[in-house]
């Protein structure tokens, strides 16, 4: 018999030494360890949502208002164009409605982490998210004029 | 047949063994502190295939205690999570090897008992020792390298069961092992 024959039949008592057991443990791990990839990001996102972030909501070089993503509340603006509404749901926010031409705002959808942006260019509406460290006392966010603004 | 004296003595080769395997790990560098290669495992398997679970019971809970004397780490918490994660493992191995209804290889076997090694020493950390639920973030970089070394480890077990089960099952002595291209050797 031939070294290659000799493995060959080798790994073919392997695969016959194997039972149905052995698969259904295996897939089981591998759900565990997926479930507990998901469940720590689940987790994690939790811990965000929780730490009170705020959405500060610009119009032009005007600072609209502030509002924080841990409450539900639907407002209505008047941007640059015409009206819009801004709903804060769930941990985010997001353009609910929009008098712009092209949607952009409302399709983006929801947001809620800092850093991250509605924007309405015909409207002129900037929305930044800010973690829960830039409302400590006495560091007031200042609504900041942006380097420039172009569209 | 086997003889209680030869019992004994196969259940304390492979006790010493695992601690052998048990030390060599401790040199071997690792990426990540948990992630050991579990080789002292492959002592408890031989031992549960072999001899049966008493013996099993009795390789994993000496070599958890005699290793720990031996690095110096009894009773630290590193020694508690060794003895939670090996009594589970081995009460899950044992428990479906006996009444898994021949559906698990040992590969099978080795995994489930790679599993509840590392779910024992989650709750075990989480618990008692950190007393923080957070600690399931490790849980995804505990289980990854748990899966692959559960292969591994299983894997090596079948290979070493082919080798010396007919030997040591027939009492005959273990010099006379077969060599390796033997085909007609019990899987």
Redesign the interface.
Known sequence: ?T?AA?SR??LQ??W???????????M???A??LG??W??RL??AQKKAAANFVAHIRIGDRAVRSAALSETAEFTLRGAVGEMVLRVESNSIRVVRSSCPNQVCVKQGPVRYPGEMLVCVPNRLVVLIHGAETRLPGKAPAPSRGDAVTY | MMFPAQRLTRTALLTGFGLVMFLFETILPRPLPWAKPGLANIATLLALYLLGAASAWAVTLLRVLLGSFIIGAFMNPGFWLSLAGGMAAVAVMTALKRYGANQFSVIGISLAGALAHVLAQIIVAGLVIVGRWEIVYLLPAMLWPALFAGVVIGVTTLLLLEQIAPHLLSGNSLRNIKPMNDMDSHW
Do not use: T
């Open positions: 018999m070294a000799a039949m080798r008592a392997f016959k030494s194997l039972r149905p057991g052995d698969g259904f443990i295996f089981l791990f591998v565990f360890a507990s990839l469940a720590g987790v994690r």
